[in-house]
Protein backbone atom coordinates (compact mmCIF):
# COMPACT_ATOMS: atom_id res chain seq x y z
CA UNK A 1 0.00 0.00 0.00
CA UNK A 2 1.32 3.74 -0.96
CA UNK A 3 1.72 5.89 1.94
CA UNK A 4 -0.85 8.04 1.02
CA UNK A 5 -3.34 5.45 0.74
CA UNK A 6 -1.88 4.47 4.56
CA UNK A 7 -2.30 7.98 5.40
CA UNK A 8 -6.10 8.17 4.59
CA UNK A 9 -7.20 4.87 5.81
CA UNK A 10 -5.59 6.06 9.07
CA UNK A 11 -7.00 9.52 8.75
CA UNK A 12 -10.65 8.05 8.10
CA UNK A 13 -10.32 5.78 10.74
CA UNK A 14 -10.04 8.01 13.18
CA UNK A 15 -12.43 10.42 11.82
CA UNK A 16 -14.91 7.05 12.40
CA UNK A 17 -13.79 6.48 15.60
CA UNK A 18 -14.47 9.97 16.85
CA UNK A 19 -17.90 10.10 15.56
CA UNK A 20 -18.70 7.26 17.53
CA UNK A 21 -17.32 8.36 20.44
CA UNK A 22 -19.64 11.80 20.22
CA UNK A 23 -22.46 9.39 19.58
CA UNK A 24 -22.21 7.43 23.04
CA UNK A 25 -21.48 10.70 24.76
CA UNK A 26 -24.38 12.26 23.48
CA UNK A 27 -27.03 9.42 22.61
CA UNK A 28 -30.19 10.31 20.78
CA UNK A 29 -32.97 11.00 22.82
CA UNK A 30 -35.46 8.89 23.29
CA UNK A 31 -38.99 9.14 21.55
CA UNK A 32 -41.88 11.21 22.93
CA UNK A 33 -44.77 8.55 23.97
CA UNK A 34 -47.78 8.42 21.63
CA UNK A 35 -50.32 8.64 24.20
CA UNK A 36 -53.57 9.79 22.79
CA UNK A 37 -56.23 12.47 25.13
CA UNK A 38 -59.64 11.50 24.42
CA UNK A 39 -61.40 14.95 25.00
CA UNK A 40 -65.84 14.25 25.34
CA UNK A 41 -67.75 17.19 23.42
CA UNK A 42 -71.33 17.76 25.16
CA UNK A 43 -72.43 20.10 22.58
CA UNK A 44 -71.29 18.33 19.27
CA UNK A 45 -72.02 14.80 20.17
CA UNK A 46 -68.34 13.40 19.73
CA UNK A 47 -65.22 12.76 21.22
CA UNK A 48 -62.07 14.23 20.02
CA UNK A 49 -58.27 12.56 19.99
CA UNK A 50 -55.43 14.33 20.75
CA UNK A 51 -51.69 13.21 20.24
CA UNK A 52 -49.93 14.53 23.34
CA UNK A 53 -46.74 13.69 21.43
CA UNK A 54 -47.24 16.74 19.10
CA UNK A 55 -50.51 18.49 20.66
CA UNK A 56 -52.72 18.17 17.23
CA UNK A 57 -56.44 16.98 17.16
CA UNK A 58 -57.59 14.08 15.09
CA UNK A 59 -60.94 13.45 13.43
CA UNK A 60 -63.68 13.16 16.02
CA UNK A 61 -65.08 10.09 16.82
CA UNK A 62 -69.31 10.37 16.74
CA UNK A 63 -70.94 9.03 20.21
CA UNK A 64 -74.12 9.56 21.88
CA UNK A 65 -75.92 11.96 23.25
CA UNK A 66 -74.42 14.81 25.20
CA UNK A 67 -71.12 12.84 26.17
CA UNK A 68 -70.13 13.69 29.43
CA UNK A 69 -67.58 11.31 31.26
CA UNK A 70 -65.00 8.91 29.77
CA UNK A 71 -62.70 6.57 30.83
CA UNK A 72 -60.09 3.84 29.05
CA UNK A 73 -59.38 0.02 30.30
CA UNK A 74 -56.27 -0.22 32.06
CA UNK A 75 -54.84 -1.78 28.91
CA UNK A 76 -55.70 1.26 26.65
CA UNK A 77 -57.91 -0.79 24.10
CA UNK A 78 -61.44 0.36 24.78
CA UNK A 79 -62.67 3.53 25.93
CA UNK A 80 -66.07 4.44 27.89
CA UNK A 81 -68.23 7.37 26.83
CA UNK A 82 -71.54 8.30 29.44
CA UNK A 83 -73.64 10.19 27.45
CA UNK A 84 -76.13 11.99 29.36
CA UNK A 85 -78.86 12.80 26.93
CA UNK A 86 -79.26 9.37 25.37
CA UNK A 87 -79.15 7.44 28.85
CA UNK A 88 -76.32 5.51 27.68
CA UNK A 89 -72.64 4.58 27.38
CA UNK A 90 -70.47 4.10 23.67
CA UNK A 91 -67.58 1.84 23.94
CA UNK A 92 -65.16 2.51 21.18
CA UNK A 93 -62.10 0.79 20.50
CA UNK A 94 -59.22 3.29 20.85
CA UNK A 95 -56.97 1.39 17.91
CA UNK A 96 -59.49 2.38 15.35
CA UNK A 97 -61.44 5.12 16.77
CA UNK A 98 -64.57 3.40 16.41
CA UNK A 99 -67.50 3.55 17.80
CA UNK A 100 -69.32 0.00 19.41
CA UNK A 101 -72.48 -0.61 20.34
CA UNK A 102 -74.46 1.76 23.07
CA UNK A 103 -75.11 0.18 26.50
CA UNK A 104 -78.29 1.37 27.88
CA UNK A 105 -77.78 2.57 31.46
CA UNK A 106 -79.48 4.77 34.29
CA UNK A 107 -80.98 8.46 33.61
CA UNK A 108 -78.42 11.02 32.63
CA UNK A 109 -75.05 9.42 33.19
CA UNK A 110 -72.49 11.88 33.77
CA UNK A 111 -69.31 10.48 35.64
CA UNK A 112 -67.65 7.23 35.00
CA UNK A 113 -64.64 4.73 36.36
CA UNK A 114 -62.78 1.69 35.79
CA UNK A 115 -61.83 -0.56 37.65
CA UNK A 116 -58.08 -1.22 38.04
CA UNK A 117 -58.33 -4.59 37.00
CA UNK A 118 -60.29 -3.37 34.14
CA UNK A 119 -63.24 -5.77 34.66
CA UNK A 120 -65.82 -3.50 35.58
CA UNK A 121 -67.06 0.38 34.85
CA UNK A 122 -69.03 2.43 37.08
CA UNK A 123 -71.64 4.69 35.98
CA UNK A 124 -73.02 7.84 37.74
CA UNK A 125 -76.69 7.99 37.06
CA UNK A 126 -77.61 11.92 37.92
CA UNK A 127 -81.36 11.63 36.70
CA UNK A 128 -82.09 8.32 38.70
CA UNK A 129 -79.75 8.36 41.22
CA UNK A 130 -78.34 5.59 41.11
CA UNK A 131 -74.97 3.91 39.84
CA UNK A 132 -74.63 1.31 36.99
CA UNK A 133 -71.92 -1.68 36.64
CA UNK A 134 -70.85 -2.51 33.60
CA UNK A 135 -69.23 -5.96 32.79
CA UNK A 136 -66.58 -4.56 30.72
CA UNK A 137 -65.74 -8.49 28.86
CA UNK A 138 -69.65 -8.74 27.22
CA UNK A 139 -70.44 -5.08 27.67
CA UNK A 140 -73.51 -5.48 29.97
CA UNK A 141 -74.97 -3.43 32.42
CA UNK A 142 -75.49 -5.07 35.78
CA UNK A 143 -78.38 -4.54 38.63
CA UNK A 144 -77.95 -0.27 39.45
CA UNK A 145 -76.71 0.38 43.23
CA UNK A 146 -78.81 3.32 44.50
CA UNK A 147 -76.64 6.09 46.19
CA UNK A 148 -79.22 8.93 46.00
CA UNK A 149 -78.80 12.73 46.20
CA UNK A 150 -77.91 13.21 42.61
CA UNK A 151 -74.55 11.30 41.89
CA UNK A 152 -72.07 13.00 39.20
CA UNK A 153 -68.35 12.20 40.10
CA UNK A 154 -67.16 8.45 40.90
CA UNK A 155 -63.79 7.22 41.62
CA UNK A 156 -62.21 3.70 42.53
CA UNK A 157 -59.33 2.95 44.96
CA UNK A 158 -56.07 1.86 43.76
CA UNK A 159 -57.22 -1.50 45.23
CA UNK A 160 -60.02 -1.44 43.56
CA UNK A 161 -62.47 -2.15 46.84
CA UNK A 162 -64.46 0.72 46.99
CA UNK A 163 -65.89 3.45 44.58
CA UNK A 164 -66.47 7.01 46.23
CA UNK A 165 -69.66 8.29 44.48
CA UNK A 166 -70.06 12.36 44.35
CA UNK A 167 -73.31 13.74 45.19
CA UNK A 168 -74.85 17.49 44.77
CA UNK A 169 -77.11 17.18 47.40
CA UNK A 170 -78.39 17.37 50.50
CA UNK A 171 -75.63 19.20 50.88
CA UNK A 172 -73.40 17.79 49.47
CA UNK A 173 -72.02 13.74 50.51
CA UNK A 174 -69.94 11.03 49.19
CA UNK A 175 -71.08 7.49 48.90
CA UNK A 176 -68.73 4.78 48.98
CA UNK A 177 -69.90 1.65 47.73
CA UNK A 178 -68.41 -1.67 48.10
CA UNK A 179 -67.51 -3.03 45.15
CA UNK A 180 -67.21 -7.20 46.21
CA UNK A 181 -71.41 -6.92 46.94
CA UNK A 182 -72.06 -3.40 45.12
CA UNK A 183 -73.52 -2.37 48.13
CA UNK A 184 -73.43 1.41 49.39
CA UNK A 185 -72.16 2.79 52.38
CA UNK A 186 -72.76 5.85 54.92
CA UNK A 187 -72.60 9.01 52.71
CA UNK A 188 -69.46 11.70 53.82
CA UNK A 189 -70.73 14.98 54.48
CA UNK A 190 -68.17 16.85 52.64
CA UNK A 191 -70.25 20.59 52.18
CA UNK A 192 -71.14 22.46 49.27
CA UNK A 193 -72.82 20.90 45.52
CA UNK A 194 -70.04 17.66 45.41
CA UNK A 195 -69.01 17.76 41.91
CA UNK A 196 -65.32 16.00 41.03
CA UNK A 197 -63.32 13.51 43.01
CA UNK A 198 -59.90 12.12 42.20
CA UNK A 199 -57.51 9.68 44.46
CA UNK A 200 -54.23 9.54 45.67
CA UNK A 201 -51.81 6.73 43.94
CA UNK A 202 -51.33 5.02 47.46
CA UNK A 203 -55.16 5.10 48.24
CA UNK A 204 -55.02 7.12 51.60
CA UNK A 205 -56.96 10.31 50.58
CA UNK A 206 -60.01 11.08 48.30
CA UNK A 207 -59.88 15.02 47.46
CA UNK A 208 -63.43 15.98 46.48
CA UNK A 209 -64.34 18.97 44.54
CA UNK A 210 -67.46 21.44 45.96
CA UNK A 211 -68.85 23.60 43.26
CA UNK A 212 -71.15 26.72 43.45
CA UNK A 213 -71.58 28.18 46.59
CA UNK A 214 -68.96 25.75 47.93
CA UNK A 215 -65.52 26.94 45.94
CA UNK A 216 -63.85 24.58 47.95
CA UNK A 217 -61.91 21.02 47.80
CA UNK A 218 -62.20 18.77 50.97
CA UNK A 219 -60.06 15.49 51.33
CA UNK A 220 -61.61 12.29 52.95
CA UNK A 221 -59.32 9.90 54.91
CA UNK A 222 -60.23 6.27 53.13
CA UNK A 223 -58.94 4.19 55.87
CA UNK A 224 -62.11 5.84 58.42
CA UNK A 225 -64.44 7.52 55.84
CA UNK A 226 -63.78 11.04 57.71
CA UNK A 227 -63.92 14.18 55.76
CA UNK A 228 -61.21 17.13 56.84
CA UNK A 229 -60.99 20.27 56.26
CA UNK A 230 -61.93 22.22 53.35
CA UNK A 231 -58.88 23.47 50.91
CA UNK A 232 -60.14 26.79 49.22
CA UNK A 233 -59.59 27.17 45.46
CA UNK A 234 -61.27 29.19 42.71
CA UNK A 235 -64.95 29.68 41.58
CA UNK A 236 -67.06 26.79 40.99
CA UNK A 237 -64.13 24.16 40.89
CA UNK A 238 -65.45 20.89 39.27
CA UNK A 239 -63.13 18.66 37.66
CA UNK A 240 -60.03 17.29 39.75
CA UNK A 241 -56.69 15.16 38.66
CA UNK A 242 -54.29 14.31 40.67
CA UNK A 243 -50.25 13.81 39.38
CA UNK A 244 -48.79 9.76 39.27
CA UNK A 245 -46.71 11.00 41.42
CA UNK A 246 -49.55 11.68 43.86
CA UNK A 247 -47.96 14.96 44.87
CA UNK A 248 -50.19 17.53 43.09
CA UNK A 249 -53.80 17.78 43.22
CA UNK A 250 -55.03 19.95 40.03
CA UNK A 251 -58.03 21.68 40.47
CA UNK A 252 -60.55 22.79 37.63
CA UNK A 253 -62.15 26.36 38.69
CA UNK A 254 -65.22 26.82 35.91
CA UNK A 255 -66.69 29.73 37.64
CA UNK A 256 -62.64 31.74 37.53
CA UNK A 257 -61.20 30.16 34.49
CA UNK A 258 -58.04 29.24 36.04
CA UNK A 259 -56.32 25.84 37.51
CA UNK A 260 -55.58 25.04 41.18
CA UNK A 261 -53.07 23.09 42.19
CA UNK A 262 -52.77 21.70 45.46
CA UNK A 263 -49.80 20.38 47.38
CA UNK A 264 -51.24 17.14 48.98
CA UNK A 265 -48.69 16.89 51.62
CA UNK A 266 -49.85 20.02 53.17
CA UNK A 267 -53.21 20.37 51.70
CA UNK A 268 -51.99 23.84 50.59
CA UNK A 269 -53.25 25.56 47.55
CA UNK A 270 -50.81 27.50 45.19
CA UNK A 271 -51.22 29.48 42.86
CA UNK A 272 -53.77 29.31 40.05
CA UNK A 273 -52.91 28.68 36.73
CA UNK A 274 -54.74 30.64 34.19
CA UNK A 275 -56.69 28.32 31.17
CA UNK A 276 -59.56 28.77 28.60
CA UNK A 277 -63.12 29.81 29.70
CA UNK A 278 -64.67 27.50 31.92
CA UNK A 279 -62.28 24.66 32.48
CA UNK A 280 -64.04 21.90 33.35
CA UNK A 281 -62.16 18.24 32.98
CA UNK A 282 -58.80 17.67 33.52
CA UNK A 283 -56.19 14.67 33.06
CA UNK A 284 -52.31 14.47 33.33
CA UNK A 285 -50.08 12.03 31.32
CA UNK A 286 -48.59 9.27 32.97
CA UNK A 287 -45.22 10.61 32.86
CA UNK A 288 -47.18 13.57 35.11
CA UNK A 289 -45.23 15.73 32.89
CA UNK A 290 -48.26 17.12 31.24
CA UNK A 291 -51.64 18.96 32.25
CA UNK A 292 -54.75 18.56 30.07
CA UNK A 293 -57.63 20.98 30.51
CA UNK A 294 -60.94 20.95 28.95
CA UNK A 295 -62.64 23.97 28.33
CA UNK A 296 -66.15 23.83 28.10
CA UNK A 297 -66.23 27.71 27.49
CA UNK A 298 -64.01 28.16 24.88
CA UNK A 299 -64.08 25.06 22.71
CA UNK A 300 -60.40 24.02 23.39
CA UNK A 301 -58.18 22.01 25.66
CA UNK A 302 -55.52 23.56 27.13
CA UNK A 303 -51.76 21.82 28.07
CA UNK A 304 -49.80 22.94 30.94
CA UNK A 305 -46.48 21.91 32.28
CA UNK A 306 -46.77 20.57 35.38
CA UNK A 307 -42.79 21.37 36.38
CA UNK A 308 -43.93 25.40 36.08
CA UNK A 309 -47.35 24.94 35.88
CA UNK A 310 -47.23 27.61 33.09
CA UNK A 311 -49.84 27.27 30.21
CA UNK A 312 -49.15 26.64 26.11
CA UNK A 313 -51.18 26.83 23.51
CA UNK A 314 -54.77 25.87 23.24
CA UNK A 315 -55.76 22.84 21.16
CA UNK A 316 -59.06 23.19 19.18
CA UNK A 317 -61.75 20.51 19.72
CA UNK A 318 -65.38 20.35 19.30
CA UNK A 319 -68.24 22.14 21.08
CA UNK A 320 -68.57 22.12 25.19
CA UNK A 321 -65.42 20.06 25.64
CA UNK A 322 -66.84 18.33 28.95
CA UNK A 323 -64.59 15.32 30.27
CA UNK A 324 -61.19 13.58 29.20
CA UNK A 325 -58.90 10.96 29.34
CA UNK A 326 -55.59 9.45 28.41
CA UNK A 327 -54.30 6.37 27.40
CA UNK A 328 -53.00 4.61 30.04
CA UNK A 329 -48.92 3.64 29.39
CA UNK A 330 -47.91 0.19 29.38
CA UNK A 331 -45.82 -2.02 30.79
CA UNK A 332 -42.52 -3.18 28.87
CA UNK A 333 -42.11 -6.75 27.74
CA UNK A 334 -38.83 -8.07 28.76
CA UNK A 335 -36.01 -10.42 27.02
CA UNK A 336 -32.92 -11.67 28.06
CA UNK A 337 -30.08 -12.93 26.65
CA UNK A 338 -27.18 -14.38 27.95
CA UNK A 339 -23.32 -15.06 27.20
CA UNK A 340 -21.70 -16.58 30.24
CA UNK A 341 -18.15 -15.89 30.91
CA UNK A 342 -15.78 -17.86 32.95
CA UNK A 343 -15.12 -16.83 36.89
CA UNK A 344 -12.76 -13.93 36.54
CA UNK A 345 -14.19 -12.85 33.36
CA UNK A 346 -16.96 -11.03 31.90
CA UNK A 347 -20.55 -12.59 31.25
CA UNK A 348 -22.47 -10.18 28.57
CA UNK A 349 -26.11 -9.80 29.42
CA UNK A 350 -28.65 -8.41 26.31
CA UNK A 351 -32.16 -7.25 26.66
CA UNK A 352 -32.33 -5.22 23.26
CA UNK A 353 -35.06 -7.90 22.36
CA UNK A 354 -37.33 -6.38 24.61
CA UNK A 355 -40.37 -3.87 23.42
CA UNK A 356 -42.27 -1.23 25.30
CA UNK A 357 -46.00 0.06 23.48
CA UNK A 358 -45.19 3.74 24.17
CA UNK A 359 -41.73 5.95 23.94
CA UNK A 360 -39.01 3.58 24.59
CA UNK A 361 -37.50 1.51 27.84
CA UNK A 362 -35.20 4.42 30.24
CA UNK A 363 -33.79 1.87 32.34
CA UNK A 364 -32.56 -1.19 33.13
CA UNK A 365 -32.43 -2.51 36.82
CA UNK A 366 -29.79 -5.73 37.09
CA UNK A 367 -29.29 -7.94 40.08
CA UNK A 368 -26.87 -10.49 39.13
CA UNK A 369 -27.81 -13.41 41.56
CA UNK A 370 -24.44 -13.03 43.45
CA UNK A 371 -25.27 -10.03 45.60
CA UNK A 372 -24.35 -7.43 43.36
CA UNK A 373 -26.78 -4.92 41.41
CA UNK A 374 -26.43 -2.06 38.82
CA UNK A 375 -28.45 0.14 37.04
CA UNK A 376 -28.39 0.84 33.20
CA UNK A 377 -30.01 3.02 30.26
CA UNK A 378 -29.18 0.57 28.01
CA UNK A 379 -29.93 -2.63 27.21
CA UNK A 380 -26.80 -4.42 27.44
CA UNK A 381 -24.13 -4.31 30.11
CA UNK A 382 -21.37 -7.08 31.88
CA UNK A 383 -20.36 -8.39 34.87
CA UNK A 384 -17.65 -10.60 36.64
CA UNK A 385 -18.28 -13.36 38.67
CA UNK A 386 -15.36 -14.06 41.23
CA UNK A 387 -16.45 -17.83 41.51
CA UNK A 388 -18.04 -20.39 39.54
CA UNK A 389 -21.57 -21.74 40.00
CA UNK A 390 -25.01 -21.14 38.75
CA UNK A 391 -26.88 -17.68 39.26
CA UNK A 392 -29.98 -16.36 38.96
CA UNK A 393 -29.94 -12.98 37.12
CA UNK A 394 -32.88 -10.78 37.36
CA UNK A 395 -33.64 -7.72 34.64
CA UNK A 396 -36.50 -5.23 36.17
CA UNK A 397 -37.36 -2.55 33.09
CA UNK A 398 -38.93 0.94 33.31
CA UNK A 399 -40.45 3.29 30.79
CA UNK A 400 -39.98 6.42 29.85
CA UNK A 401 -43.23 7.09 31.01
CA UNK A 402 -42.31 5.76 34.24
CA UNK A 403 -44.22 2.27 34.23
CA UNK A 404 -42.66 -0.98 35.73
CA UNK A 405 -44.19 -3.78 37.78
CA UNK A 406 -46.71 -1.52 39.52
CA UNK A 407 -49.74 0.02 38.57
CA UNK A 408 -50.56 3.31 39.53
CA UNK A 409 -54.12 4.64 39.56
CA UNK A 410 -56.43 7.70 40.52
CA UNK A 411 -59.59 7.11 40.09
CA UNK A 412 -60.68 6.76 36.59
CA UNK A 413 -58.67 5.85 34.25
CA UNK A 414 -55.56 3.77 35.22
CA UNK A 415 -51.85 5.90 34.53
CA UNK A 416 -49.22 3.38 34.32
CA UNK A 417 -50.58 -0.68 34.02
CA UNK A 418 -47.37 -1.94 35.16
CA UNK A 419 -47.47 -5.47 35.58
CA UNK A 420 -44.40 -8.59 35.96
CA UNK A 421 -44.04 -8.57 32.07
CA UNK A 422 -41.48 -5.85 33.21
CA UNK A 423 -39.55 -8.20 34.45
CA UNK A 424 -37.74 -11.78 33.57
CA UNK A 425 -34.90 -13.80 34.98
CA UNK A 426 -32.02 -16.55 34.03
CA UNK A 427 -30.19 -19.20 35.25
CA UNK A 428 -26.45 -18.47 34.51
CA UNK A 429 -23.53 -20.94 34.64
CA UNK A 430 -20.36 -19.78 35.38
CA UNK A 431 -17.42 -22.03 34.55
CA UNK A 432 -14.41 -22.82 36.68
CA UNK A 433 -10.98 -21.65 34.81
CA UNK A 434 -9.08 -24.69 33.37
CA UNK A 435 -5.75 -25.17 34.98
CA UNK A 436 -3.17 -26.58 32.59
CA UNK A 437 -1.40 -29.43 33.72
CA UNK A 438 2.14 -28.50 34.98
CA UNK A 439 4.05 -31.89 34.83
CA UNK A 440 3.26 -32.20 30.70
CA UNK A 441 4.05 -28.61 30.44
CA UNK A 442 7.81 -29.14 31.91
CA UNK A 443 8.62 -32.26 29.88
CA UNK A 444 9.42 -30.91 26.32
CA UNK A 445 10.92 -27.92 28.33
CA UNK A 446 13.40 -30.04 30.30
CA UNK A 447 14.34 -31.96 27.16
CA UNK A 448 14.61 -28.85 25.39
CA UNK A 449 16.95 -27.49 27.73
CA UNK A 450 19.08 -31.57 27.86
CA UNK A 451 19.39 -31.09 23.74
CA UNK A 452 20.41 -27.38 24.36
CA UNK A 453 23.18 -28.11 26.88
CA UNK A 454 24.56 -30.94 24.46
CA UNK A 455 24.87 -29.10 21.82
CA UNK A 456 26.76 -26.24 23.65
CA UNK A 457 29.42 -29.09 24.98
CA UNK A 458 29.61 -30.58 21.84
CA UNK A 459 30.72 -27.00 20.21
CA UNK A 460 32.68 -26.65 23.20
CA UNK A 461 34.45 -29.79 22.01
CA UNK A 462 35.30 -28.71 18.64
CA UNK A 463 37.05 -25.98 19.59
CA UNK A 464 38.92 -27.55 21.35
CA UNK A 465 40.59 -29.88 18.93
CA UNK A 466 40.92 -27.43 16.53
CA UNK A 467 43.55 -24.97 18.77
CA UNK A 468 45.24 -28.36 19.68
Known amino acids: MRLMDRRFVRASTGALLAMGALAQAHPVAA ?3 AWSAYVTNNGSNNVTPIATASNTAATPITVGSNPDGI ?9 YVANSGSDDVTPFATASNTAGTPITVG ?13 TAYVANTGSQNVTPIATASNTAGTPITVGGFPRGIAITPDGKT ?3 ATGSPGGTVTPIATASNTAGTPIAVGGSAFGIAITPDGTTAYVTNGSPGGTVTP ?6 TAGTPITVGSNPLGIAITPDGTTAYVANTGSQTVTPIATASNTAGTPITVGSNPLGIAVTPDGTTAYVANSGSDDVTPFATASNTAGTPIPVGTVPFGIAIT ?3 APVAHLSVTAGQAGSATSFDASASTVAFGSIATYAWSFGDGRTASTTTPTT ?5 AAGTFTVRMTETSIGGTS ?7 QTLSRNGGPSATTSQAVTVATVPVPDVGATLLPAVGAVTVSLGLVMLLLGLGRRRYH
Open 328 to 330: PDQ
Open 220 to 225: IATASN
Open 71 to 79: AITPAGKTA
Open 163 to 165: AYV
Open 107 to 119: SNPLGIAITPDGT
Open 31 to 33: ATP
Open 405 to 411: TSQVFTG
Open 382 to 386: THTYA
